[in-house]
């Protein structure tokens, strides 16, 4: 069986538009990135196999351990002879810190030199700073609050790739990292300047640990969607906002015309964060009656579209309870992500299901009502 490996932050349509209206070729190697990106994939089947070819004189990951690395800063002495695997599926890979030899099998944030590891006390520049800080504060959170020392489901370091490419417009988890592109400065700033993007990103490391979402129509939506919610949660616990605080805005610094945008994506009233022109809007939705059906070769059916409907569960329940939106929703969400009944596949009614009885489990049949009403307001019926 494949699985999709790449998952990227920006919706393929949006860069589209934005290249159509301007030919830049500045958003050029962003689209065909992203079009690669969604569509990369590898067989579960020959993961043993390509372990195999890896280096055996390896030394095991260090949990937690954060390491930031430079794309400007590339080894171009070392083959392009790359595992695309997921971090866990090959835990016996050497993850020290320094490069691999030019003949041996790595993987791609390899390719890039290190400027800070855990510990260190200064950083070579602001955005290595402010991603360093980032995953630390992600880290606590995922530890702290949520109970999970294992994000990705093994002991394995946090690695980030900043300035990724000339003019990138993106950031993206290829399921071994996550790489973060300075914008084309033109439409997009830096990818690195909103924790709920690092943590969105991140969460998609957590999500192959637990359900592993194919990033196909409504599981690729859920998919998306539960990256957004943990984002969204550490976005507000690091500002220390409860769920009626919040504004609930994902992204608000990556455009740089503030006029038109507030944001890339809004959970409270998806399909209201953007505005460009009459064909470049934010095209999310919000409830089961607006749904849209796409193919697999547009935003992978829809993954960052129909996302909006279970953001807008999450924020209605969140919002319903008050409070911090981790004290309750959050715990339901999380929980039902290591249910059993949650597999590769789930579509939305599943997922809301499985949602309902884990708040009945832990909270009792009042918070379970309001979770089925949550959903129930989206048009989901459970």
């Not at 699985?3 to 990227?8: A, D, E």
């Not at 995953?135 to 109970?147: A, E, M, N, Q």
């Not at 960052?304 to 715990?331: C, Q, R, V």
Request: charged content about 20%; glycine content about 6%.
């Amino acid at each position: 069986m494949s699985k999709i490996l790449g998952r990227s932050f920006l919706p393929p349509y949006l860069v589209d538009n934005f290249y159509q209206q301007s030919q830049s070729p500045r958003l050029q190697s962003t689209r065909l990135h992203i079009d690669e990106l969604m569509s990369h994939s590898y067989s579960k089947d020959d993961a043993n196999t390509l372990k195999n070819l890896f280096t055996q004189s390896a030394k095991p990951g260090s949990n937690y351990e954060r390491i930031i690395r430079d794309a400007k800063q590339k080894d171009e002495l070392y083959w392009h002879y790359h595992s695309e695997m997921p971090i866990c599926s090959h835990s016996d890979v050497s993850l020290d810190t320094k490069p691999p030899k030019p003949y041996e099998r790595h993987m791609p944030h390899e390719d890039y030199q290190v400027i800070m590891i855990e510990g260190d006390q200064s950083a070579p520049s602001k955005a290595a700073q402010l991603v360093y800080d980032a995953i630390g504060s992600i880290r606590t959170f995922y530890k702290d609050v949520l109970g999970i020392d294992k994000m990705f489901g093994c002991d394995s370091q946090l690695n980030a790739v900043i300035h990724f490419r000339k003019d990138y417009a993106n950031a993206f988890w290829n399921s071994q990292a996550i790489f973060f592109g300075d914008g084309d400065r033109v439409n997009f700033g830096e990818f690195y300047n909103d924790i709920d993007i690092i943590a969105h990103e991140l969460t998609h490391g957590f999500i192959t640990f637990t359900s592993d979402f194919d990033y196909l129509f409504q599981s690729g939506a859920l998919n998306e969607s539960v990256a957004d919610v943990i984002g969204m949660m550490i976005k507000q616990y690091v500002s220390n906002e409860t769920s009626l605080q919040s504004n609930w805005l994902l992204a608000e610094n990556i455009f740089l015309d503030k006029t038109a945008a507030r944001a890339l994506r809004s959970m409270s009233d998806p399909g209201s964060a953007y505005r460009f022109s009459d064909s470049n809007y934010d095209r999310q939705v919000g409830h089961m009656r607006d749904y849209v059906n796409l193919t697999s070769n547009q935003d992978n059916g829809g993954v960052h579209i129909n996302s909006g409907i279970p953001n807008k569960a999450f924020y209605l329940l969140a919002t319903e309870l008050g409070g911090y939106s981790w004290d309750i929703a959050g715990k339901i969400w999380v929980a039902t992500m290591y249910h059993s009944d949650i597999k590769y596949n789930t579509n939305f009614n599943e997922f809301a299901e499985v949602t309902v009885q884990v708040a009945n489990d832990e909270f009792g049949s009042r918070i379970s009502e309001l979770t089925r009403k949550s959903w129930q307001d989206v048009g989901i019926n459970v």
